[in-house]
């Protein structure tokens, strides 16, 4: 089984910056491919990032791409998400994610793992 709790969160004016975490327990990071998703009131959760287990490889969503930067720490067993230039569109609850599927996954039901979330809020 694989824990993941993410940190971090809160309220940010636009144009700031927040560094998110998401600690892992009962596995190390590198073994499994890891994202980040979002979901705002109302809306569908959504893929914002990911990177793969052997950390060569990640990708974003074209949303995010240039403002976002996502990373991992095997030492802290922790992977991060960087959000700067922050918009009003970014505020949702970002929600860390793992998997042991052979690929990066885009969808949420590629995902077998999850946090349970922190609040991001971008005040305009």
């Given at each position: 089984?694989?824990?993941?709790?993410?940190?971090?969160?809160?309220?940010?004016?636009?144009?700031?910056?927040?560094?998110?975490?998401?600690?892992?327990?009962?596995?190390?990071?590198?073994?499994?491919?890891?994202?980040?998703?979002?979901?705002?009131?109302?809306?569908?959760?959504?893929?914002?990032?990911?990177?793969?287990?052997?950390?060569w490889s990640t990708d974003y969503?074209?949303?995010?791409?240039?403002?976002?930067?996502?990373?991992r720490d095997s030492a802290k067993?922790?992977?991060?998400?960087?959000?700067?230039?922050?918009?009003?569109?970014?505020?949702?609850?970002?929600?860390?994610?793992?998997?042991?599927?052979?690929?990066?996954?885009?969808?949420?039901?590629?995902?077998?793992?999850?946090?349970?979330?922190?609040?991001?809020?971008?005040?305009?």
């Amino acid at each position: 089984q694989v824990q993941l709790v993410e940190s971090g969160g809160g309220l940010v004016q636009a144009g700031g910056s927040l560094r998110l975490s998401c600690a892992a327990s009962g596995r190390t990071v590198s073994s499994l491919h890891m994202a980040w998703f979002r979901q705002a009131p109302g809306k569908e959760r959504e893929f914002v990032a990911a990177i793969s287990r052997g950390g060569w490889s990640t990708d974003y969503a074209d949303s995010v791409k240039g403002r976002f930067t996502i990373s991992r720490d095997s030492a802290k067993n922790t992977m991060y998400l960087q959000v700067n230039s922050l918009k009003p569109e970014d505020t949702a609850v970002y929600y860390c994610a793992a998997t042991f599927g052979l690929t990066l996954g885009y969808r949420t039901d590629e995902y077998a793992y999850w946090g349970q979330g922190t609040q991001v809020t971008v005040s305009s």
